[in-house]
């Protein structure tokens, strides 16, 4: 690790006469930055996050230069002003402000806000969507799950292939959003085949959705990877016959779709090394035998027991 100053003042000669920009800046979650900076034509996808002690602990960027890169040193240097600025704005104590349209809202009858929320519900998809979300009764089978997915890529992102990281990462939370619910009733369900069938249609629609769109986002790639371990806990519960039955429903699933192909066999390969070792022998015996019959390629993650 380094200090964030340190670390600016050391590779600032990258970034001297350098016409970079700035775009789409996000604090994803506390110390967590992500941005888009532009060089020219080209434009490369940034992630810096800092601890409370202003040191810089992780460090990414889709260039192919080593660390550090230009793209790197230029987004320290913007955060580092960034927080000069808020800090001295948070010196002076302010009284929050009610916003102007919640006044107005609270001022409003009934039947007005009903007309108005029509109107806006009738001419805009999204927000249409997600009052539906908000207000119509839940429901978590199959099809509706599917219907709810592909109606959130449709609205949200009237099924443009190239989307920006705002647009990606509201995306990312309307999914959650949808699939919330589903994931706590996962690691809750003591139904292990029925939640195998849940995650494998939500990982086979997202994932197809993602291999559509113009997208090297690393957040809606961590999204994607982090589905089948929902079942992790579960598997590790299960009862040797129940996890037997289990991976083989999970095989039967994934193996001809394309989509989900590569990261479902990447997934049961660490899960080799998670489960115990009567579970182990059984995971082994359904991958070896997939591929030594496989007309398919199966990615090389072989481990020893």
């Known amino acids: 690790m380094v200090n964030m100053q340190e670390f600016i003042l050391r590779n600032k000669g990258l970034i001297l006469n350098k016409k970079l920009k700035v775009r789409e800046f996000d604090e994803e979650s506390k110390g967590v930055f992500i941005a888009f900076v532009d060089e020219g034509k080209e434009s490369y996808d940034v992630h810096l996050s800092i601890d409370d002690k202003n040191e810089l602990v992780k460090q990414e960027c889709d260039c192919e230069t080593k660390k550090p890169c230009l793209h790197q040193v230029f987004l320290a240097e913007f955060i580092s002003n960034k927080k000069q600025v808020f800090t001295k704005i948070n010196k002076t104590k302010r009284v929050k402000k009610t916003p102007e349209h919640h006044a107005i809202i609270d001022n409003l009858d009934e039947n007005t806000a009903k007309d108005w929320l029509k109107k806006v519900t009738d001419s805009n998809k999204a927000v249409k969507f997600e009052f539906m979300l908000d207000f ?17 890529i449709s609205s949200t992102t009237n ?5 920006d990281q705002l647009q990606i990462k509201n995306l990312l939370n309307l999914f959650d959003k949808i699939n919330q619910p589903i ?26 959705h993602y291999n559509l769109i113009k997208s090297n986002s690393k957040k ?27 991976i083989d429903l999970f095989i039967q699933k994934v193996k001809k779709e394309r989509s989900i192909k590569s990261r479902s066999f990447e997934y049961l390969y660490s899960l080799c090394d998670i489960v115990d070792m009567r579970k182990r022998l059984i995971l082994k015996s359904h991958l070896n035998l997939i591929e030594k019959f496989a007309t398919y390629s199966i990615p090389n993650f072989s481990k020893s027991i």
């Open 136 to 152: 119509k009764e839940k429901s978590y089978s199959l099809d509706n799950l599917e219907e709810n997915l592909t109606e959130a």
């Open 159 to 163: 099924n443009r292939k190239k989307l």
């Open 183 to 208: 994931y706590d009733t996962i690691k809750e369900s003591k139904d292990l085949q029925g939640s195998v069938l849940l995650i494998v249609r939500i990982s086979k629609i997202l994932n197809s």
């Open 220 to 246: 809606y790639e961590a999204y994607l990877d982090n589905l089948f371990p929902l079942l992790t806990e579960s598997f590790i519960k299960a009862a040797p016959e129940l996890f037997d039955t289990s």
